[in-house]
């Protein structure tokens, strides 16, 4: 998968959320949310759409997701993990569990960890 810049994961949330949708709506929702013209949405629609991480349905550009968000998810957090901390979950977790966490956030990664496990 290629690598989704920020502009195109914030227009996936859009259609992830909503999907099927039209590329009228997802300029429409772009416009309220980011200030974006249509001509900007289309255009990141028509990249992502090159991407292979979205199709285009005929009648009324009604737009699907090819890939889900859990698996954008995964691969970036892959190479976020592969990128700052070569590789290493363990560096990774230690760093996420050094901040701030409310007791039931600490419980819930106990909980996953434990499943895991």
Same mark, same amino acid.
């Given at each position: 998968? &290629? =690598? $989704?810049?920020?502009? #195109?994961?914030? *227009?996936?949330?859009?259609?992830? #959320?909503? &999907?099927?949708?039209?590329?009228?709506?997802?300029?429409?929702?772009?416009?309220?949310q980011f200030?974006?013209?249509?001509?900007?949405?289309?255009?990141?629609?028509?990249?992502?759409?090159?991407?292979?991480?979205?199709?285009?349905? #005929?009648?009324? @550009?009604?737009?699907? %997701?090819?890939? =889900?968000?859990?698996?954008?998810?995964?691969? #970036?957090?892959?190479? $976020?993990? &592969?990128?700052?901390?070569?590789? /290493? =979950?363990?560096? @990774? @977790?230690?760093? @996420?569990?050094?901040?701030?966490? /409310? %007791?039931?956030?600490? &419980?819930?990664?106990?909980? *996953?960890?434990e499943k =895991?496990?």
């Open positions: 998968m &290629e =690598k $989704l810049f920020d502009a #195109e994961l914030r *227009l996936m949330d859009i259609i992830w #959320e909503r &999907e099927p949708i039209s590329a009228k709506e997802i300029s429409v929702i772009a416009a309220e200030v974006w013209n249509k001509n900007t949405t289309y255009t990141v629609i028509k990249r992502l759409i090159e991407k292979a991480v979205l199709r285009r349905d #005929e009648p009324g @550009f009604i737009c699907s %997701s090819i890939i =889900k968000r859990d698996a954008v998810r995964k691969a #970036e957090t892959n190479t $976020l993990i &592969e990128k700052l901390f070569g590789g /290493s =979950k363990k560096a @990774f @977790f230690a760093t @996420f569990a050094d901040a701030e966490l /409310s %007791s039931d956030e600490v &419980e819930a990664l106990k909980a *996953l960890i =895991k496990g």
